[in-house]
């Protein structure tokens, strides 16, 4: 097993060991794990309504921050509306165009892709709202976060809306989180999540379960680390950063152990 394998906390890396030098680890959003996380992306419906609705009430064009594979970017396009979809991570961009190709009614025509960081963008152009679902934000640090709240304020329009979804965490069901989930390829994925009670971060870990791996070659195995960023937190960052909370939608609980919210900001 690899020093970064070793290194994985709790249930996940005592499940990693069994496998010794089997395993491949690698990060979620690179070239091997974003076929995974589009996968996985593609079956959850979490957010999406409420923050289409949001979004509806606010008419222009819209900037989406981290949009991945295009969870997000496609049903945003089907409400009618320009979308411009910024992402970092080139395997996701990638993705992205191909599935925009692909999407019905030449929809995609109205997506502008852009390859850059939500911490630190210029794109020259105003919008009517900005959005940053998928509890995206947790994978920003303080520092990052002050970047793109900045660059958010800067690239919306007057009476414009700011929406971002989060996660908060409670120790309900101890330090480790072990689910099975279902890709929209019918796959199947072992999620191993470790959080202590109080830690700023939680270890997510995607594998396949058990029974489904082989008993000779290499396993592959995605981690991620996600910041635990409360509701009430994040406000009062966006208010320092002059981004005013107006409206709080609770969103479907992933488990007992999450409370999933979509806050929705203006320039104050």
């Known amino acids: ?103 019905p009614a030449g929809i995609g025509k109205r997506c502008t892709v852009v390859r850059g960081d939500m911490s630190v963008f210029e794109l020259g152009s105003t919008y009517a709202v900005v959005v940053l679902g998928t509890t995206s934000v947790s994978l920003l640090d303080e520092r990052g976060r002050a970047g793109l709240y900045a660059a958010v304020r800067a690239h919306l329009r007057p009476g414009g809306r700011f929406l971002l979804s989060t996660v908060d965490v409670t120790d309900t069901d101890g330090d480790d989180l072990d689910l099975e989930a279902v890709g929209v390829s019918g796959r199947r994925y072992r999620m191993i999540e470790h959080w202590r009670a109080g830690q700023e971060v939680r270890k997510v870990t995607i594998l396949p379960p058990q029974r489904h791996i082989p008993e000779e070659g290499p396993v592959l195995a995605l981690t991620t680390s996600i910041r635990v960023l409360p509701p009430d937190d994040l406000a009062r960052e966006l208010a320092l950063a002059g981004l005013r909370v107006v409206a709080r939608h609770p969103l479907p609980a992933a488990s007992s152990r999450h409370t999933g919210v979509l806050l929705e900001a203006e320039a104050a």
């Open 1 to 103: 097993m690899t020093t970064e394998a070793a290194a994985v906390p709790g249930l996940a890396g005592q499940v990693l060991a069994a496998y010794g030098d089997r395993i491949s680890l690698h990060d979620l959003y690179d070239e091997a794990g974003a076929p995974v996380y589009h996968d996985l992306a593609a079956v959850d419906t979490t957010e999406i309504r409420e923050l289409l609705r949001s979004v509806r009430a606010v008419p222009g064009p819209v900037l989406e921050l981290a949009a991945g594979s295009g969870r997000l970017t496609l049903p945003l396009l089907a409400l009618g509306r320009e979308v411009t979809a910024l992402e970092l991570e080139e395997s996701m961009v990638a993705l992205l165009r191909e599935r925009l190709v692909e999407a």
